[in-house]
């Protein structure tokens, strides 16, 4: 609402930068809960449903463009912004009123009565009877111990993030383990957003220069997020059955075709380049949505319940930047050489460099529930010795008594959330 009303470049810049941070704060906060909350077997299913309000958004983006001009060559745009905040205050407000704090983190963090709450409330929501229990798994485990040991020292700490809280996240993201997946899924992330906003703001531009009198440019737009329906559901199906790296690959090759076949059609115009033209258009706006429900969900996957909001927010930001330099990007090449085409042919090398990457991450993610911390293992190898010695000097009274049963690892959903790859 506040870009609406600017007056001025930099006032506008203001606002916008507002609108970047709330994009940045938001969604990796709502990406890692919704992977939280939901079993293994449907997190893909939960990734895909999130995506398709994204689309939602497209659809009514696209209906304000129709209503507003057609052919996109005269628009308001200080009444769209305006209508186009609506469902961000709807949606905001549920939020607040219906929204809870993650378990998996309340329980990483030592509130254990606060997720055993949050844990009843998902019971009661699910229509699960009130006697079913929402009590942590049982631990003997040495290991495991030592975990307990971790977020009994977590109890005691203040809820608010410290810089060394967070230096030790970020340690973790790059940590020996992680850092090589984390850089390829930064890769991916980047790929993904410079494919999907690159394309979002090129293709106006390209339709709307060749398009006849008396056509309708935005109509061509809602028809293309359209396309983004079945590439939902295509999202669900090849996560459903396929490892998340074929899945990347899958998506990542038929979205290459889709360019290829869009950039020949602008190439030979006349004749069949029309077909050629709606077949780059719907395809890349269907493959590219099977990209943002598997490569989002591998991001999230990855990375232990501490540090997995960082890690998250590392890679979507990733992500951001690309979206941000995209229409940079577009104009300085048009500018350049005069013509769409090699900027498509850009988008298509960056996407065939992925392709290539994939096979390098370290760890397959299929059906897999989500890791609790780093293995004890690999904090050691991280040069954390003294740290582990340390941790087994504060478990020590707790391997000497005679009881073994402590609660250190939750089971939401009857699944664990500490997987080892």
Known sequence: MASSVTVGFWSLSAARFCVGVSFGIGQPAWNTLGAEVTPADYRIMMSAISQGFFILGELYSATLLMVDDPQMKDLHWRWLLRMGAIPSAIFGIACLLFMHQSPSYLAVSGQYEKAKEVLQSMRNDNGHPADMSVDFALVTRKSQLKRMAKRLRAARRLTVLSKNDLLKQVRVVFGPNLWPSTLIVMYSCFVLNFLYYGCLYALPQVLASSAEPGSNAALELLTGALAEIPGQVLGILCGSYLTRKLNMKVYLGLTSLSLVSFAFSLIHPGGAAKVFQLAGIYGIKCFVAIGFVVVYQYSIEIYPTEARTTGTAINMGSGRVAGIISPLIFEGVVSVTGGFSVFFYLLIGCATLNFLLIPLLKYETFGMALMDDVDDEDEEEAGKAEKAKEEE?????????????????????AEPLMPRF
């Open 393 to 413: 000097d504060e478990v020590a009274p707790l391997l000497d008594s005679k009881t073994t049963r402590y609660r250190a690892r939750t089971v939401f959903f």
